[in-house]
């Protein structure tokens, strides 16, 4: 351990005013996943775009998120708490004053790229930290505060942004999130305690340059299949694909050969870690999916104003963040099984429902069925990671965190490049079949034709998830060493 680190005691800890800045800082960061999905028509009317060009503000996001959180690991052991959060907060403010001052899509998109780099400090030291400070049978309940945001903000974000773009232009997206992120962050400097050990590690630049190319060529190539007219078998698509399974392999290589690996991949020797970690990949694919058709479907195929569409999401939103909670208490009294298995059972039910959407599909329904499916991810989400994580020994927490993060993103990514190009290769399909293009409610039911397609995909993920959720057992916190 490096003489200079610095060591608390459980006294010493004042963990109310770190939760705030973690619960604060985090909300915005993960809200800015999706805040901009309302956005989208509205962005690519004003720089003349595509469908698969304005996904790249989600996906790209979410490629910067999956590239750097692996070095996460590294980066916990090696810089103090105050130091990652310092640097964290300020990545996030300087990202999102740029893309409030954007005038164009590349500004706006290297804007995205610093912010997800604030946010991929964050949310690793986030998750570290809550390991640290709170005994293993509180976990549940940390985490269910931690679920509050992780699930609450990307639901919400829709809602809040189409509100901001009915009265004014998404720059203020941007403009409202500054001063929350500047607080955050002076309240940051004033509050955060060092609660971690620091030791010397050296950086391995071989293993950061097979982890950038293998996590990125993944998204990448998942993100680009919706751009050509060969769709999957574009050449850039599987050759992007391919090098990425190539460099990932590698990377996995060199770091079980690593006395001081960047990610110490034994963690997966733990089932239970495991298991959540499929869990939670899933639920993310589904998530954030869900929460690029959704507005997408509502606007284009229901015809209603971005306000309306978030007004519609934020029951749901509202829903999910006051149960995550309960869902965390839920768990460290009763464990995971009888929270995750009905979650996917609910989860899968209501993607069903999904997949008949059509334009006359009532305001109503999709309320239903939004907030069933909030529901069902409270009930899959933290429970599978808090038992997860439970397993691991104390010295595997930032090579766990690590992991599950960078596979969350991924997912993410994954998730939304894959629906996003079926359902448009679905409009297209549509579009194909009638007679004349131009007529406006012809428009509205390919976007919905599209979204039915891009469902099936999302429900077909969900059942897979279901099936790895039978296998789920609860860790008993006292045999961890």
């Not at 993960?30 to 999905?37: D, G, K, P, Q």
């Amino acid at each position: 351990m490096d003489a200079s680190a610095t060591q608390h005691s459980q006294t010493q800890i004042k963990v109310l005013p770190i939760m705030i800045a973690f619960l604060m800082s985090g909300f915005i960061g993960l809200f800015s996943e999706t805040a901009l999905n309302m956005a989208l028509a509205d962005l690519m009317r004003e720089f003349e775009i595509r469908e698969t060009t304005v996904q790249w503000l989600t996906t790209g996001y979410l490629l910067v998120l999956g590239i750097l959180v692996p070095v996460s690991g590294l980066l916990l052991q090696r810089f103090t708490t105050r130091q990652l959060f310092i640097a964290a907060l300020s990545f996030s403010v300087v990202g999102t004053l740029v893309a409030a001052l954007s005038p164009t899509f590349t500004f706006l998109m290297g804007a995205r790229v610093i912010q997800a780099i604030g946010t991929g400090l964050l949310l690793p030291l986030m998750f570290n930290t809550i390991l640290l400070i709170f005994p293993p049978e509180k976990r549940g309940a940390a985490m269910g505060m931690i679920g509050l945001v992780i699930m609450f903000a990307p639901a919400v974000g829709p809602t809040i942004s189409g509100l901001i773009i009915e009265h004014l232009t998404w720059h203020w997206i941007f403009w409202i999130s500054l001063p929350v992120l500047v607080f955050s962050l002076i309240f940051g400097i004033i509050y955060m305690q060092n609660v971690s050990e620091t030791k010397t590690i050296k950086l391995d630049a071989l293993s950061i340059v097979l982890s950038t190319i293998g996590f990125g060529g993944i998204v990448f190539g998942f993100s680009s299949a919706g751009e050509g007219d060969a769709g999957w078998l574009e050449p850039k698509v599987l050759i992007s694909i391919g090098i990425g399974v190539l460099f990932l392999i590698l990377f996995s290589l060199r770091q079980v050969s690593m006395d001081q690996p960047m990610i110490n991949l034994k963690v997966f020797k733990y089932p239970m870690f495991t298991i959540g970690l499929v869990m939670i990949f899933i639920c993310m694919m589904v998530i954030l999916s869900s929460m690029l058709l959704l507005p997408i479907y509502l606007q284009g195929g229901l015809v209603l104003t971005g306000f309306v569409a978030g007004l519609l999401l934020l029951p749901g939103g509202v829903v999910n963040g006051l149960i995550s909670p309960v869902m965390g208490r839920l768990f460290d009294k009763y464990g995971p099984k009888w929270l995750v298995i009905p979650g996917f059972i609910i989860i899968s039910v209501v993607l069903w429902f999904f997949t008949t959407i059509n334009t006359a599909s009532t305001t109503a329904f999709i309320i239903v069925l939004h907030t069933c499916l909030m529901i069902g991810v409270a009930m899959v989400m933290m429970p599978a990671q808090t038992n997860g994580l439970n397993q691991l020994p104390k010295q595997f927490y930032p090579d766990g965190t690590a992991v599950m993060n960078t596979l969350q993103q991924i997912a993410g990514a994954i998730g939304t490049a894959v629906a996003a190009s079926i359902m448009a290769s679905g409009q297209k399909d549509y579009m194909a079949t009638v007679k004349n293009p131009a007529d406006p409610s012809v428009i509205s039911a390919s976007i919905t034709a599209g979204t039915q397609h891009a469902f099936v995909f999302i429900l077909t993920v969900a059942i897979i998830g279901f099936l790895g959720s039978l296998f789920i057992k609860r860790v008993n916190v006292k045999e961890v060493s």
